[in-house]
């Protein structure tokens, strides 16, 4: 059975969350990195602080815009540092930074964050967190496994026995195909 389904439906804060985007494929590339960031500031911490601090934390980084958020220098830095609408940690936001830059470089080399990751489809959870691992900053195996399973891309975001399971399926999130070599 799958806690989260049991949890969220209703819940004022998860509810949404739970209802409308976990496990939804489809996601562009601002999206995509919005989700990858509140991955990385859940780690350590409940995913229901994550979901209240959002709105301040997107509106802090620039509603996640890749361009904007790599161009961030130190003055960006102790600006999120000081501001009490987010999760400050220096790694956590020094590597989102870092990342966002990646994420740029991704649409020269991939094409972009959507299509880097289709490239990549199916591995393994474990071949996973080492390509992200290689790839980004503060990517460990439970921020992979959320960031995957959020955007379809591995299965388990919710219980067959939930209502939105249904819904996902009829999405056709990428974990349901298998990629032909």
């Keep these: ?3 989260y ?8 804060v998860h509810g949404s969350y739970h209802d409308q985007e976990y496990g939804f494929p ?3 590339e601002q999206e995509l990195f919005e989700l990858l960031c509140l991955e990385i500031f859940q780690a350590g911490l409940s995913w ?12 802090a980084f ?4 890749v361009d904007a958020v790599a161009a961030y220098g130190e003055q960006d830095i102790a600006r999120l540092l000081d501001d009490p609408g987010i999760i400050r940690n220096r790694l956590k936001v020094t590597s989102i930074i870092h990342n966002a830059g990646v ?3 991704l649409r020269a080399s991939d094409g972009g964050f959507a299509d880097w990751l289709a490239s990549h489809h199916p591995l393994e959870l474990k071949d996973w967190v080492k390509l992200f ?3 980004f900053k503060f990517t460990g195996p439970e921020v992979v496994n959320e960031f995957l399973m959020s955007t379809g891309y591995l299965e388990g975001a919710h219980a067959k026995t939930c209502p939105v399971y249904g819904q996902v399926i009829a999405a056709k999130p990428p974990w ?4 032909e070599t």
């Design 5 to 12: 389904c049991d949890l969220a439906p209703g819940h004022p």
């Design 1 to 3: 059975m799958n806690w």
């Design 62 to 65: 620039d509603r996640f815009d």
């Design 103 to 105: 994420v740029k470089g």
């Design 176 to 179: 349901m195909t298998k990629r």
């Design 26 to 28: 489809g996601k562009g």
């Design 133 to 135: 691992k290689k790839t």
């Design 48 to 59: 229901e602080l994550v979901l209240k601090k959002r709105p301040t934390t997107v509106a």
